[in-house]
C-alpha cells in the first residue's frame, strides 16, 4: 500500500499555494497550487544542469549563479565540482523555499546553502543579471536557470524575463568571454535554442540519463568577442 504524502508546510503565493510535502525520509515534493513542480526521487537533469555549467571553469576563482533553489540538488552539484575558491550566488524569489532547504530538506543536499561558498539571496534572479551585466567587477563565469517553467512555445520570443531576446542580451553581457550559460527545460524548444544563437551564444543540448522522462538542459558558452 502506497504511503501517504504529508503536508510538512504551506505558504501562500500570488501563483498559489506553495506545499511542501513528505512520505519518507528522503522523500518530498514541492507543489504549487496542487501541481507538483520537483520531487526528490527524479533529479537526474538538475544534477546534470549544475555539473555541466561548473565543470573545470578556468576562472582561479569561479563566480556564479544559480535560480531558483527548489529542493537544492542543481546547486549541490554545482559545489561539488567547484572549487574551493568559488562563489556561488543563489537567487530564490520565495524566502519559504530557502528556508526548506535550511531545515527539512537539508539531508538531500548535505546543507548546500549552507556551504560557506553560497550567498542566498532572497530576490528576482533578472536583478541580479542586470546587475553583473552593468557593473565588469561581478561578471559571471556562469548562470544556470533552475526554474520551474523552463523555455517553452509559450515563451514570448522578445519580453519573456528567463527567455526572451532581451534576456538572452542581457546574459550574455552579464557573463564573462567564454563564460556558460545552462538552462533546465521540460521539453527541447528549437524557437529558444535559435533566440540563443542569434543571440551571441555557442548551443549544445543534453538529455540526461536514459529511458522514461528526460529533461532537456541547454549548455550555451558566450562567444569570445574579437
Not at 538538475?46 to 555539473?51: F, I, R, V
Not at 561539488?80 to 519559504?96: F, G, K
Request: proline share 7%; glycine share 8%; with cysteine.
Amino acid at each position: 500500500m502506497a504511503i501517504a504524502w504529508k503536508i510538512l508546510e504551506q505558504a501562500p503565493t500570488p501563483d498559489g499555494v506553495l506545499e511542501l510535502r513528505q512520505r519518507g525520509p528522503k522523500d518530498f515534493q514541492i507543489a504549487l497550487g496542487g501541481m507538483v513542480l520537483m520531487n526528490s526521487a527524479q533529479n537526474r537533469s538538475e544534477e546534470a544542469l549544475g555539473k555541466l555549467a561548473c565543470k573545470d571553469l578556468t576562472a582561479p576563482a569561479p563566480r556564479t549563479l544559480v535560480a531558483g533553489l527548489g529542493l537544492g540538488f542543481t546547486l549541490r552539484s554545482m559545489l561539488d565540482v567547484l572549487p574551493a575558491s568559488a562563489h556561488v550566488i543563489a537567487a530564490e524569489l520565495n524566502p519559504v523555499v530557502a528556508a526548506w532547504c535550511r531545515g527539512p530538506l537539508a539531508t538531500l543536499t548535505a546543507s548546500a546553502v549552507t556551504d560557506p561558498r553560497v550567498a542566498v539571496e532572497i530576490t528576482d534572479v533578472v536583478k541580479v543579471i542586470r546587475r553583473a551585466a552593468a557593473d565588469s567587477k561581478q561578471r559571471l563565469d556562469a548562470i544556470v536557470l533552475d526554474l520551474y517553467t523552463g523555455p517553452h512555445a509559450r515563451s514570448h520570443p522578445l519580453h519573456d524575463p528567463a527567455y526572451g531576446v532581451t534576456a538572452i542580451a542581457e546574459m550574455e553581457r552579464a557573463l564573462t568571454p567564454g563564460g556558460r550559460l545552462a538552462v533546465w527545460g521540460e521539453a527541447p524548444n528549437a524557437a529558444y535554442e535559435d533566440r540563443l544563437k542569434r543571440g551571441g551564444f555557442d548551443v549544445a543540448r543534453h538529455r540526461p540519463g536514459s529511458g522514461g522522462l528526460k529533461h532537456v538542459v541547454y549548455l550555451a558558452h558566450r562567444r569570445r568577442r574579437a
